[in-house]
């Protein structure tokens, strides 16, 4: 490690993702000096998200219209592949070119004062006093304040003592540069505990073309090559189409236990800042990150709280569906989701999960499939 010493900053970010950008804009927009250090590349390389935004989190963003395409319905496929409608009204989801999102949350960051680091890998952290002495990508920085954004096998986490992640969903997604005959305002969902047991598979439509992948619960290792094979047939995608595949790992236990100590904290999927059910994480990083560089500028000026008090306050707590994790995980038998999708309770459930409100359910016979009749809607 080198001593070469970069100059001082209010506030080191480790990790460009979601979390990190908005950490970093919020708090340089604030006044202070901000430092993102990324172990990449580049901004959006190597991904390991699906980059699909749900509404609340397209609405904060203002993600520019060229980089997304709008769903605004949902398609869920039981394992014989009967299927139901849902949609919730005035809801979306936006799927995205990523790579170039994250390369313009960078961006906006910068504009907002913020330094941006690529290939400048963390390697060490030593607290002195009130000040951080750390060593990324070969230099020395020291800094006021420490935030750890890289991911869900955070390397801040483990050298400052912090809680790591310990349960996982394994996701793994192919891209194809055109979308066959998949439909355009549909999010297809599958539940099949032959191909994604614990979890779903999915196709949607994207900027750039489609995007075909599945995630299994903790322990379990994710084959897409059986799934790819049927949207192919399903949705006449070509093989021959295939841009590349990303694939990660989806934190899945809630809230790490110990996630500040003094100077520093986490955020984002490095905290566990996920949900345990549907592994949705983007809406949470963007939101809790930029909490997180507000509250750390607030404090280091005098006008407010450590900033893990003010962030506690703010925190989903999980528990419900943390509890449905474990049992999703349990991975339930094929036949119980064949009965259960065509029945109201389930409707109502499915919409919850997805829309966060009531909506509606209607036939849907893709591809010449059996739909299911118009089910009768409650109030959940």
């Known amino acids: 490690m080198s001593d070469t010493a970069e100059p001082t900053y209010d506030l080191v970010v480790i990790g460009g993702g979601f979390a990190g950008l908005a950490s970093a804009r919020a708090a340089a927009l604030r006044g202070l000096r901000v430092a993102v250090l990324e172990a990449k590349p580049a901004l959006g390389a190597r991904l390991r998200t699906t ?57 906006e960051a910068g504009r907002a004062g913020a330094e941006i680091r690529t290939a400048c890998r963390f390697e060490a952290a030593v607290r002195e006093g009130e000040r951080w002495r750390l060593w990324a990508g070969g230099r020395l920085f020291h800094a006021r304040y420490l935030l750890g954004a890289d991911g869900a096998r955070s390397a801040t986490a483990a050298a400052l003592g912090l809680s790591r992640n310990r349960r996982f969903l394994a996701g793994v997604e192919q891209e194809y540069r055109e979308r066959g005959r998949l439909d355009p305002a549909f999010l297809h969902c599958f539940l099949d505990r032959r191909i994604a047991p614990g979890y779903i598979a999915w196709a949607i439509a994207s900027p750039l073309g489609a995007q075909v992948g599945l995630a299994v619960s903790h322990g379990r290792k994710p084959k897409l090559g059986r799934f790819t094979r049927e949207a192919e047939l399903l949705f006449g995608l070509q093989s021959s189409d295939a841009a590349g595949r990303r694939a990660g790992l989806i934190p899945c236990d809630g809230i790490v236990p110990r996630w500040s100590c003094p100077g520093a904290m986490l955020v984002g999927d490095a905290a566990g800042m996920v949900s345990p059910l549907t592994g949705g994480g983007i809406h949470p990083a963007l939101a809790l990150g930029r909490r997180a560089g507000q509250a750390i500028a607030d404090h280091l000026a005098g006008v407010g709280p450590a ?73 959940p």
């Open 51 to 107: 980059g699909i935004f749900v509404r609340e989190a397209a609405d904060a963003c203002d993600i520019p219209t060229r980089l997304a395409h709008r769903l605004t319905r949902v398609r869920l496929y039981a394992p014989n592949r009967t299927s139901i409608d849902l949609d919730g009204p005035g809801y979306y989801f936006l799927t995205t070119d990523t790579a170039e999102v994250l390369r313009w949350l960078g961006e």
């Open 307 to 379: 900033p893990e008090i003010a962030l506690a306050r703010e925190l989903p707590r999980y528990g419900a569906k943390r509890i449905l994790r474990r049992m999703m995980d349990a991975a339930p038998p094929n036949w119980m989701f064949d009965r259960l999708l065509s029945t109201g309770p389930m409707a109502r459930i499915a919409r919850r999960i997805f829309f966060h409100q009531s909506g509606r359910t209607g036939p849907a016979a893709p591809e010449g499939r059996p739909g299911i009749a118009d089910s009768e809607i409650g109030s």
